[in-house]
Structures are given as C-alpha cells and as structure tokens.
Nanobody, 122 residues
Framework: QVQLVESGGGLVQAGGSLRLSCAAS????????MGWFRQAPGKEREFVAG????????YYADSAKGRFTISRDNNKNTMYLQMNSLKPEDTAVYYC???????????????WGQGTQVTVSS
C-alpha cells in the first residue's frame, strides 16, 4: 500500500503560479512511477503529467506542456507539480497517483490521493 497526500492547491489569478506537492508513505516511493491528474466540474478525470521512478522519463499532456513541470525527490518521498501561467481552464481538483509498472501515460494507476482544489480566477 502507498498512501498519497496532495497539498498546495488554492485560489490564484490567471497568469499566476502554484506548486503542488504529493507526499507518499508506505511502500518504497522510488519503486513507483507517479502521475498528476485533474478533474474539472462536469468533466472526466484527465492525465496531466507523469514521471518515471528515477525521474528520467517525463510526459505531459498537451495542455500542460510549456507551463507545468513535474519533478520528484525520492529522498523526501515527494512529487511536485510546478504550474505557471495558470489559466481559468486549469481550474480542477488535482490528484496524484502511483503505479508499479509501465506505461506511465494511462489512467490506470494503482494508488490515488484525495485531491487538492486549484481555482484560477480570470
């Protein structure tokens, strides 16, 4: 079992930045690929970014490319999502997730956090 807790969400104006964190506990964090997902009201959950266990492979959804940066610190059992140039359409609940196998760009993850709300005002 892996327990995941997101933090760092909040209300920000368009053009602003936020950094989300995902703290993991339980089994060995470095053994898992990690991902960020989001779900806006009335929409399905979607993949935002993913990172391999060692950080060498990183993937972004088109909506995140050039604005968001995913990273991880295996010594701190924590993953991050730096979000810059935020837009109102980025408003959603953001979830982190972990999986023990490939592929990374998929909705099929093994463990999920409870989510953190990000609201971008225009």
């Amino acid at each position: 079992q892996v327990q995941l807790v997101e933090s760092g969400g909040g209300l920000v104006q368009a053009g602003g930045s936020l950094r989300l964190s995902c703290a993991a506990s339980g089994r060995t964090f470095s053994a898992y690929a990690m991902g960020w997902f989001r779900q806006a009201p009335g929409k399905e959950r979607e993949f935002v970014a993913g990172i391999s266990w060692n950080g060498r492979r990183i993937y972004y959804a088109d909506s995140a490319k050039g604005r968001f940066t995913i990273s991880r610190d295996n010594n701190k059992n924590t993953m991050y999502l730096q979000m810059n140039s935020l837009k109102p359409e980025d408003t959603a609940v953001y979830y982190c997730a972990a999986k023990g196998s490939l592929p990374i760009v998929t909705m099929t993850y093994d463990y999920w956090g409870q989510g953190t709300q990000v609201t971008v005002s225009s």
